[in-house]
């Protein structure tokens, strides 16, 4: 009213606004900030919880971890789902040998050598690494990694089996007491 009748001035819109209005609005703005960024971790790990680890997710604290192993003119490495590498002993350039694809199973039949270190006979998981850097005239090199129970993880041995298209044979506990048809979900509960 007093406004209106000119008594009062009318507040300037323009006017520098209380430090308890900027603070909130800070607040709230860096407290959106936070929210984004949390929703965008969550997305993330929703994302990697429908990937395959394998059964019980075995492979899933082991991703990333390398491991390497001497072969003829090469060292070899494997970073568990991730990608292999063949790297020249007598320096120059690495080659991508696959980048991690899949986990598959394969049934094998060899005997098992004194030492242990071998795959033996039966179910074994293999882990596919494909598209790796191409071979001239011939495909992308590409690594199946067959693994078998060992006490440490080791690569035991690397066969060029065709022209870039390598096989490892590897020992890890990873795959230790993963139950015969063990299953990568879990079980659906039937209730009666
Ligand atoms: C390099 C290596 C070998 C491969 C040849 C193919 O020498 O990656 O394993 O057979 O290239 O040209």
Not at 2 to 24: C, F, Q, Y
Not at 33 to 47: M, S
């Amino acid at each position: 009213m007093m406004i209106e009748n000119g008594i009062l001035a009318e507040p300037h819109t323009d006017s520098p606004e209380s430090k308890a209005v900027t603070d909130a609005r800070d607040q709230l703005n860096s407290a959106t900030r936070e929210l984004d960024n949390d929703r965008g971790e969550l997305k993330k790990h929703e994302e990697d919880l429908g990937k395959d680890y394998g059964p019980d997710h075995v492979f899933r604290a082991l991703k990333g971890h390398c491991v390497e192993q001497d072969s003829g003119e090469y060292t070899y490495e494997h970073c568990f789902l991730d990608k292999t590498t063949q790297k020249p002993k007598k320096g120059g350039g690495h080659t991508g040998m696959g980048n991690f694809a899949r986990i598959e199973k394969v049934v094998v039949d060899d005997d098992l050598p004194a030492n242990g270190k071998g795959l033996g006979s039966g179910e074994r998981y293999v882990l596919k690494y494909e598209n790796g850097q191409h071979c001239w005239n011939g495909p992308s090199r590409s690594t199946q990694v067959i693994l078998a129970c060992a006490e440490k993880d080791e690569i035991w041995k690397i066969v060029e089996e065709e022209k870039c298209v390598y096989r490892m044979e590897a020992g890890t506990p990873a795959v230790c007491g993963i139950k015969e048809g063990a299953q990568t979900e879990a079980p659906v509960h039937n209730e009666l």
